[in-house]
């Protein structure tokens, strides 16, 4: 019986690949799409957008497809990784907000979600050629795989199990933050 599982996976998915929250009637999209780039650069995340493509449908409906990635470091060791997939089906329609007309889109949206921690075993196993290489010879094949088990099984365990909580707590954040927001003209 073995104390300690040596296998380690790369990756601890936290938020499940597809997980959706959905929304229909009166918006304003591009001053959500404003509200999650401060969300993001406030929380401290590095981010790209991946894809951004607006079709016209012959019904006058537009759709909006917006894809991003997102990673912020936990520590040397552990980053974690968010994919925001956007999908909006809108039209564009005018309101009055306060005595106010504004112009905002009437339609769905949807956003597709996958969080997952990752571990960057290279921050301790260095390239062959550097002279770090040398002093931790000791952290190659089965021993190193050994040893790094330890590491994170039961050095840094602790260290682990905050980040999870962490990052899924500030995933569920963000969750809270656009379904208020789009409960706001409702």
């Known amino acids: 019986m073995a104390l300690i599982n040596l296998s380690l996976p790369e990756e601890i998915p936290l938020i499940p690949d597809g997980y959706k929250i959905k929304s229909g009637g009166i918006f304003d999209l591009e001053e959500l799409y404003t509200e999650m780039v401060r969300w993001f650069e406030f929380g401290g995340y590095s981010w790209r957008e991946t894809k951004y493509r607006v079709a016209e449908m012959p019904n006058g409906l537009s759709q909006i497809e917006i894809k991003w990635e997102c990673e912020k470091k936990g520590s040397e060791y552990l980053t974690y990784y968010l994919s925001m997939h956007w999908q909006a089906f809108v ?88 379904k208020a927001f789009l409960q706001l003209y409702s």
């Open 91 to 178: 039209t564009e329609v005018e309101v009055n907000v306060d005595g106010i007309k504004k112009k905002m889109n009437k339609g769905s949206i949807e956003f597709r979600f996958e969080g997952k921690l990752k571990r960057n075993v290279e921050a301790f196993s260095p390239k062959e050629d550097s002279p770090e290489a040398k002093k931790r010879f000791l952290l190659k094949g089965s021993f190193g795989k050994f040893i790094m088990a330890i590491y994170d099984k039961v050095i840094i365990k602790n260290q682990v199990d905050y980040y999870k909580g962490f990052f899924f707590g500030e995933s569920q954040r963000l969750f809270d933050e656009i």
